[in-house]
């Protein structure tokens, strides 16, 4: 497959638990799960409206990297932004 865009990954309810539990681990704000697909239905304009993506170091993005084989999709770590 050819990947165009990235669309939101479909997660099962406890792929969903491993986000969160990343969210409380990380001290982010929100964690969000992609996954490639021939055309995109994510709106990366609309997706950061008052979001940021989170500054990490290196051993957490080790960490995400590894929440990722589990739930098969890129995870992205989010910190609110009031403007």
Known sequence: ???GGWSFADLEA?????GVEAERTLGTDLVMAYSPSSWGTVDP???GEGLDP???????????QGLE???GGVLVAYRRHID
């Open 1 to 3: 497959m050819t990947t």
């Open 14 to 18: 406890d792929q969903v638990a491993l």
């Open 45 to 47: 304009d609309s997706v």
């Open 54 to 64: 989170a500054e990490l170091e290196a051993d957490q993005i080790e960490y995400l």
């Open 69 to 71: 084989r589990k739930v």
